[in-house]
């Protein structure tokens, strides 16, 4: 797939089929990712790949929205000038290079450290205290095919003003 069907094709899938997802697709997913835009090519993250069990449970149990996934993989981010920006940036680049290897993904909103599970998570992860978790993409094969309506363009375009 590509370009544009791709960006176009991309839903978020809440349900997952209950197949393990394999470590070359992950691991492909986050050498795509890498190739996110970062402001001044800072490139601060660092990349949790999640697919033990007993860990899964845990951050179900701590994200607390009644998802099941089989793997996930936590975005985090140094703390430097444009963190957010580069966080979400590379979060999308793992949804889109998830979606052309035939998985699904659902980003979970986590940024900030004042979300109740974000420390919770840093804990369970091993992730240094200095870190900003951004957000934890929950990646499996899709069981569901959403078809959410979209606004139409002339519902969101301006031209020259509002």
């Given at each position: 797939m590509k370009g544009i069907k791709l960006l176009k094709s991309r839903r978020a899938i809440r349900e997952f089929k209950e197949k393990e997802v394999e470590k070359d697709k992950l691991e492909k997913i986050v050498e795509t990712a890498r190739y996110a835009p970062t402001a001044n090519n800072v490139q601060p993250w660092q990349f949790v790949v999640v697919t033990e069990d007993d860990k899964i449970e845990k951050l179900e149990e701590y994200i607390d929205q009644d998802k099941e996934f089989p793997a996930c993989i936590a975005v985090f981010s140094e703390d430097v000038n444009h963190h957010l920006e580069d966080g979400s940036n590379v979060s999308t680049y793992i949804m889109l290079a998830a979606n052309e290897l035939g998985l699904g993904t659902c980003w979970i909103g986590s940024y900030t450290e004042g979300k109740p599970h974000a420390s919770k998570v840093k804990e369970l992860l091993g992730v240094p205290?200095?870190?900003?978790?951004?957000?934890?993409?929950?990646?499996?094969?899709?069981?569901?095919?959403?078809?959410p309506d979209k606004k139409e363009l002339d519902e969101v375009i301006h031209w020259e003003t509002f």
């Amino acid at each position: 797939m590509k370009g544009i069907k791709l960006l176009k094709s991309r839903r978020a899938i809440r349900e997952f089929k209950e197949k393990e997802v394999e470590k070359d697709k992950l691991e492909k997913i986050v050498e795509t990712a890498r190739y996110a835009p970062t402001a001044n090519n800072v490139q601060p993250w660092q990349f949790v790949v999640v697919t033990e069990d007993d860990k899964i449970e845990k951050l179900e149990e701590y994200i607390d929205q009644d998802k099941e996934f089989p793997a996930c993989i936590a975005v985090f981010s140094e703390d430097v000038n444009h963190h957010l920006e580069d966080g979400s940036n590379v979060s999308t680049y793992i949804m889109l290079a998830a979606n052309e290897l035939g998985l699904g993904t659902c980003w979970i909103g986590s940024y900030t450290e004042g979300k109740p599970h974000a420390s919770k998570v840093k804990e369970l992860l091993g992730v240094p205290e200095e870190y900003k978790l951004i957000s934890i993409i929950t990646v499996g094969y899709p069981d569901e095919n959403p078809q959410p309506d979209k606004k139409e363009l002339d519902e969101v375009i301006h031209w020259e003003t509002f």
